[in-house]
């Protein structure tokens, strides 16, 4: 298939949120950006149009999708007994990195949620998918737009990377704005859930949600055949082929390790990087959460780029974003953590 690449000056701007929606009308697949990751956009009415994104990232079939609007109107359409809290989290967060599992209506295809009986949805932040969302006139389903298992795309050139002639389109637009994907919280429990980590922090959530529960799977390995509210966190996730370590401790202790280890590298923070000897990638500072959200998803994909054997990541803080990019680097490294 060739994969269109759509651009997104000025100039070319309105023609590219046409011809994509033209796409998605016709039951086909766009990869567009958003503000937190790039997503691969389906129809969320079209059975058909859904197995074709779960095909194109070899995505297991038992993980749901989360379904992107652009007005409200459509989540009274797509959800049902939504709870006043959720209401109110929406007033807050959209548009914006929040998504919600709701009661589903029949609206969506049963694809988009795998068999279960809620739907997630969230609203983006970003111009360029709410103007595909709102000029298709459809709710769009779309996971991240890499080859499931890979590190989540957070440019347009990652998206290539991975589906260049598996899917029809890519819309070249900027960096993605924040780097990890959307915070999932479920309404379909009581207390509400916090199922997986994102720019919307569990401290924002519980100034609306006090009672917010933060699911063990965020930090935890799930056990072999437990049962995951969140079919997406048993997978392993964002890995790069070469081994993986998360580790935790103080900039000293953290260069001391790595310097004794031939064949490897290291993912640190910029301040310390002068300390280490062996090959590395700075993903941001410590200081300031958002700039290792950012980066986290590109180190992981050059990670391979370094020939080492083993990788040694410096654990960021997990307060506010910190815990997205923990929970990310916790599944990078296959849950082999080291504490100093
Ligand atoms: O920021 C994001 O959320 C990005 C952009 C493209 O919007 N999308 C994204 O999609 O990260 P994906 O498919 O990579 O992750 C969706 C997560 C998975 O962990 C999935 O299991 C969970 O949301 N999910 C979707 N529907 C669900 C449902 N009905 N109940 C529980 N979890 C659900
Ligand atoms: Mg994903």
Redo the contacts with the bound molecule.
Sequence with gaps: MNTQKLKTEASAYRETVEKSAAILKNGGIVAIP?E????LAASALDDNAIKKVFTAKGRPQD????V?ISSMDTLFEIAQNIPEKALLCAEKFWPG?L?M?LERTDKTAKSV?AG?N???V?M?DNSVALDVITVSGLPLA???ANTSGSP?PTKAEHVEADLDGKIDAIIFSEECAIGV??T?V?FCCNPPRL??P?AVTAEQLREILPDLVIDSAVLAEPEKDARV?????KYKHYAPKTEAFLVEGNSADFAGLVNSKPDSAAICFAEEADGITVPKLCYGTSENEFTLAHEVFSVLRRVDDLGVKQVYIHAPSKNGVGLAVYNRLLRAAAFRVITL
Aim: a neutral charge; glycine letters at 8%.
């Design positions: 958003t937190t990751v790039y997503g993980n749901p999708l989360i992107h990195p998504t599992v949620s279960l809620t739907v997630a969230r983006p779309a996971p991240s989540s994907e959307s999932v479920s199922l997986r994102g509210e969140s079919p997406g966190v």
